[in-house]
């Protein structure tokens, strides 16, 4: 039986703060994951349960196989545990590979030795048994990740190939773009359904209301996008085979999604990045102020990530964000959930946050203030995300 047609031991990872998110999509999607340890978030499945995560988790950042695990506090213990997995097996002809490795409170300090030491492992143990000189090189090598916490040493296989936030819209870049899946992590938190309205009144380059649009008509993050894990045996035929699952599943609801920005450039960016993603005609995007949005519906839901206060060029940031707030207080029943690192966020907007959750943008540590407006007759709130 070749290596990829057993059950094998995998995790997603996923940024902190997230994990919670991670799990209850995992769960949706039939994936059955047991704890978290250090934003891995382990399961177990086949090569198809691969594909299938890759392409359906809109908060992964990746997708790993877990090959081995084990105590190590000398090179020479190291080289012996690497030598004993099967890569022959799991390295397909001709792929190169390329080794990383993040060391933590560890006997072995130095990355870059446990990189080299791993690397010599795999390749002595590849050429002989398969008769080679030496390990090709390719454009895109797998790689494998070794992770030393304490002296127990993890060895995984990434099989995402490009951190899964790139899915394949965003061919410019912003200003201070959010990640994909962050904006995705943050949507799911909220209480926004598709029935509801969204508006992001700092949209930028569109991430959040792009990633609104296809977790509103279920249009998988990874349908434009290819993986790592199609050059293992039989990779082509199940990604093949999980892109017409996708296919297969894509809605095409009426959604009420807005998003403004005061800067021309960035709704031009917006604009095309919907365009690539194909969700151009559920959102609209407008150059505008965000003081001037106003809306007949009720129990709205704004999401947004606004300027920080860190650039010299954004102004008074304080008297921005008590407008911002001015103008959500005018809408009926609406709730908004705000990523910044603005430390006077609360001060300006005069009010505490029902709720707040430390999260990072990229390195910037920030919190979701989370303003809850009065829930809609029928209720949606069941099913949102209460932590
Ligand atoms: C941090 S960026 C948003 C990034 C966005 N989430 C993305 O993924 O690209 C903040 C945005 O707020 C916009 N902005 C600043 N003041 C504004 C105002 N008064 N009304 C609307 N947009 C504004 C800026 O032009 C900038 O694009």
Redesign the pocket.
């Known amino acids: 039986m070749d290596y990829y047609s057993a059950n094998l031991k995998l995790c997603a990872s996923v940024q902190s703060g997230l994990e919670a998110v991670l799990k209850r999509e995992m769960t949706a999607n039939g994936l059955f994951c047991e704890g978290a340890i250090n934003g891995r978030i382990p399961f177990q499945g086949t090569l198809k349960d691969v594909a299938r995560a890759n392409m359906f988790l809109r908060t992964a950042s990746r997708v790993f196989i877990i090959l081995a695990s084990f105590k190590a506090d000398t090179f020479d213990t190291l080289y012996e545990e690497i030598s004993v997995i099967p890569w022959e097996d799991i390295i397909p002809n001709g792929q190169g590979i390329t080794v990383l490795a993040k060391v933590l409170k560890s006997t072995l300090m130095a990355p870059s030795s446990v990189q080299s030491i791993t690397k010599k492992a795999i390749a002595a143990r590849i050429m002989k048994r398969k008769n080679l000189t030496r390990l090709p090189e390719t454009e895109n090598n797998l790689v494998v990740e070794i992770s030393i916490n304490s002296d127990i040493v993890t060895v995984f296989l990434d099989t995402s190939g490009e951190s899964l936030h790139k899915r394949g819209y965003r061919t410019y870049v ?5 990640r994909e899946t962050l ?1 995705a992590g943050i949507i799911l938190l909220s209480y926004w359904k598709d029935d509801r309205v969204l508006l ?9 209301p792009i990633e609104a649009a296809l977790i509103g008509n279920e249009i998988a993050p990874g349908i434009n996008r290819h993986f790592a894990y199609e050059s293992f045996p039989g990779g082509k035929e199940i990604f093949e085979n999980t892109i017409e699952e996708a296919k297969s599943l894509i809605k095409d609801k009426q959604l009420r999604i807005y998003g ?4 021309p450039k ?1 709704i031009g ?2 604009v095309k990045h919907a365009e690539g993603a194909g969700v151009s005609k559920y959102i609209h995007f407008q150059k ?4 001037s949005f106003s809306s007949r519906f009720s129990h709205g839901i704004i999401i ?5 206060g860190e650039r010299l060029n ?2 008074d940031i304080g008297l ?1 964000y008590r ?2 707030f001015k103008m959500y207080e005018s809408l009926d029943s609406w709730s908004a959930y705000i990523l910044s690192s603005f430390k006077d966020t609360e001060k300006s907007f005069g009010k505490r946050a029902d709720k707040k959750r430390k999260l990072y943008n990229s390195e910037i540590e920030c919190n979701l203030f989370q303003y809850f407006g009065a829930a809609p007759k029928k209720t949606i709130l069941k099913d949102s995300m209460a932590d």
């Open positions: 912003g200003r201070a773009p959010l904006a992001d009144p700092f949209t930028g380059s569109g991430t959040i403004y920005d005061i800067d960035a960016l917006a505008a102020d965000m003081r947004t990530n606004p300027p920080y954004e102004g921005l407008d911002f």
